[in-house]
């Protein structure tokens, strides 16, 4: 019996399945791809913790997901168990940003599409992707809004400094009041006519006013 005669399932057969070739230029455009997504991943990122790991994720996942394929366009038999296989594999790691799914879909796509042999299709497509990923994702459709929260002694001092803050900003609307003896609380929703920030500091020089702070709004907002 020879060593070939133990697999009877034609193991060494497989090894000469896929040329050395194809799996070469299949991974080396799947690098480039997975950089390229990489890439549009930092240019788009609007969160508030940048992960440099996830971006390398997307590269991994573009060149593993072309392994995967490859061995599976290959035999048959093969696909089937690696359905089953991948069925089974569960991941719990939680996804902060939606944006962050697409990015991981791109990537597993991309790969799939490569091994498939379909390299226009692969390239090209992921040109389009990224320009309007560039195009929508770094759009700006309003201004970015601004809390400010102001302590005040009293009544005469609360209409100043919102007769002020209706002068020097584009929008400033109310947005939750207390009041206490002695001190009212008021946090405003405002909108800036440019970058300077110089208000907040006319604010809390005025009588009355004993504290003024300004607030970025970092979430989705509409309106």
Known sequence: MTFSDIFKSSFLENVSSVSILDMVLALLLAFGLGVFIFLIYQKTYTGVMYSSSFGVTLIALTMITTIVILAVTSNVVLSLGMVGAL???RFRTAIKEPLDIAFLFWAIAVGIVLAAG???LA???SVIVGLI???FVNRKSHQDPYIVVLQCADHAS???AKEYLEKMTNRCVVKSKTAQKGNIELNLEVR???DN???INTLSEMTGVTSAVLVSFNGEYMG
């Open 118 to 120: 379909m390299i226009p």
């Open 192 to 194: 800036l006519k440019d």
């Open 87 to 89: 069925s089974i594999v």
């Open 197 to 199: 920030t110089d208000l």
């Open 158 to 160: 609360e209409q100043a």
């Open 133 to 135: 990923l560039l195009v």
């Open 123 to 125: 390239v090209i497509g």
